[in-house]
């Protein structure tokens, strides 16, 4: 017996365990998060849920060490303009809502803070009902990303995109689109300014995926789609035979951030 082999395959194996560390925890980088939407029905009930969300929420969440909560409404020329506000929360965790959740009951400045909100009679409540979505991130894109753009926050566009599939498998393959496809890759190249690339673990619209692009101004948002679409990437990809008809239904969101949104 070669006396070699002993510590060779020892070697092996601590290799192989380096290397398996290694990709458990770049798989444990990718981010979940949540996508609160409120229904709305009058302006008091927007300013009610302004005050809460910018008075008790997200400095609650602040101090459980989530920095990055972005609060979002359609914009003006929209047709749920008035009638929607998105709240887009950084997870951990599948379960993290959860674990949010104990802390806010925990929280007693949270608690003084939001309670017109959470003490809010039932014939003066502050929305009509809301949607929680939760998504987990691409592994092209594992962690949010801050928005590099000028200019005031009421001009920006951001565009939040659902892309739904015919069943899981073109679903899937439209999420191999953007991941090894390279079209997380072209929106970059482009600086199309991506918030998060997330596949929608639980909702209303599933099997669907979902993305935030933002621009300074509507002008901004034409010329870089205008880009995407000439691009020889696009190209490409559009003709490739493996990614047709991936995509039934593509329904987009045009927002704007609050002026104390994190995002």
């Known amino acids: 017996m070669n006396n070699h082999q002993p510590v060779l395959k020892s070697f092996m194996l601590s290799l192989l365990f380096v290397l398996g560390t290694v990709v458990f925890a770049q798989a444990a980088k990718r981010e979940f998060y949540e996508i609160k939407i409120y229904t709305i029905s009058s302006s008091a009930q927007e300013q009610a849920l302004d005050a809460y969300l910018k008075d008790a929420y997200i400095p609650a969440l602040h101090r459980q060490g989530i920095k990055t ?103 899937l393959n439209k999420v191999k689109m953007f991941n090894t496809g390279g079209e997380v890759a072209l929106f970059k190249r ?53 990614y047709k008809n991936n995509t039934s239904k593509n329904t987009q969101y045009f927002l704007y951030p609050t002026e104390y949104s994190d995002i």
Do not use: C
């Open 69 to 171: 909560i972005g609060v979002f409404k359609p914009r003006s020329a929209t047709d749920d303009a008035g009638k929607k506000v998105y709240v887009l929360t950084p997870l951990k965790s599948q379960n993290h809502v959860l674990t949010i959740t104990k802390k806010l009951d925990a929280d007693a400045v949270y608690q003084q803070a939001g309670n017109a909100y959470i003490n809010a009679k039932f014939d003066n409540k502050p929305y009509d009902r809301f949607e929680s979505i939760i998504l987990l991130a691409f592994s092209e894109a594992p962690q949010l990303m801050l928005p590099n753009l000028n200019g005031p926050k009421s001009d920006r566009i951001y565009e939040l995109r659902s892309y739904e599939g015919p069943t899981e498998k073109y679903y």
């Open 190 to 242: 482009l600086n199309f300014n991506a918030v998060f690339y997330g596949e929608v673990i639980t909702g209303s619209h599933m099997p669907n995926l979902m993305y935030m692009t933002t621009f300074v101004n509507q002008a901004d948002r034409d010329a870089h789609w205008k880009a995407f679409v000439d691009s020889p990437e696009w190209k490409v990809l559009i003709a490739d035979e493996q």
